[in-house]
C-alpha cells in the first residue's frame, strides 16, 4: 500500500505543469505634462569636475527639500500638480537619468511609472511601473499646470550646460 502512495505522488509530481512565467510588467500612462512645461534636454557625454561638483551641489541642495516635497504629496498635491523624482538606471556598460512620475510613496519606497524615452539603457520603456528607493533620488520636480516647475534645480543646470 506504501509502495503504492509513493508511487501516486510521485506520478503526480511528474504531470504537474510547470508554473507560468510572471506576465509582463504592466505599463500605465504617465500625467501629461502641460504644453507650457519646459522641453527635456537630454544631456550626454561626461562633466567636467567643475561641472560634476556643481551637480553635486545642486543635488544636495534640492534633497535637503525633499521631507517636506514627501509630506505635501502625502497630503495631496494641488489639483493638475504631479511629482516628479529623477533616477538613474543601468544597462551593462550604459546609465542614464530618467524622470519617474510618481503615483505613491511607501515608507522609503517611491512607486511610479518611467516617465522619460529611454535612450540608452536596455530593458527598460517609456511608462514601465518602476519603485525605486528615496536613497536614489538625484533630483526631483514637481510640475504645475500652468508649465511651470518647482524644484529640478539639477535639471535647470543641465540645460545650461550643453
Known sequence: MRLLLALLLISACKSEKPPEPPPPAATAPAPTLS?????DKPVSGRFSAEQQAKINELQAEDMKKWPDV??????????GEHLFVTTTLTSPGKTESVFIAVSSIAGTKIIGVI??????VAGYKANDRYTLEEAAVTDWLIAKPDGSEE?????KYLDTVH
Open 35 to 39: 504644453p507650457n512645461a519646459p522641453a
Open 70 to 79: 514627501k509630506a505635501r504629496f502625502a497630503k495631496g498635491l494641488s489639483a
Open 115 to 120: 516617465s522619460s524615452e529611454i535612450m540608452n
Open 151 to 155: 524644484g529640478n534645480l539639477v535639471g
